[in-house]
Nanobody, 126 residues
Framework: QVQLVESGGGLVQAGGSLRLSCAASERTFTYSNMGWFRQAPGKEREIVAAIAWTGSRIYYADSVKGRFSIFRENLKNTLYLKMNSLKPEDTAVFYC???????????????????WGQGTQVTVSS
């Protein structure tokens, strides 16, 4: 069972930055397509960004393009999300998730993600 543990959340002022990390328990991380999702209070969970296991394909939700960057370090079994120019509407619990398969396909399909972390809270004050 792959375990994913997020860290790096916190309280930040609007315009600030945070870097989230997601540590995976197994080397299978190296061959897993990964994604970051978020869920704000009263809203459905939505995709933020996704990255192929090779790192060669990346997807960003329109709401975060130009502000967030997803990257991974396979030797460290770790996924990252660098968030700049944070806005109050970015406030949410952020989750990382993994999905198998070699093809990048449609990274927005949440049902394809088999393993999820417990989430880390990001709060952006105005």
């Amino acid at each position: 069972q792959v375990q994913l543990v997020e860290s790096g959340g916190g309280l930040v002022q609007a315009g600030g930055s945070l870097r989230l990390s997601c540590a995976a328990s197994e080397r299978t991380f190296t061959y897993s397509n990964m994604g970051w999702f978020r869920q704000a209070p009263g809203k459905e969970r939505e995709i933020v960004a996704a990255i192929a296991w090779t790192g060669s394909r990346i997807y960003y939700a329109d709401s975060v393009k130009g502000r967030f960057s997803i990257f991974r370090e396979n030797l460290k079994n770790t996924l990252y999300l660098k968030m700049n120019s944070l806005k109050p509407e970015d406030t949410a619990v952020f989750y990382c998730a993994s999905r198998g398969g070699s093809a990048f396909g449609d990274p927005t399909r949440q049902s394809d993600y088999r393993h999820w972390g417990q989430g880390t809270q990001v709060t952006v004050s105005s």
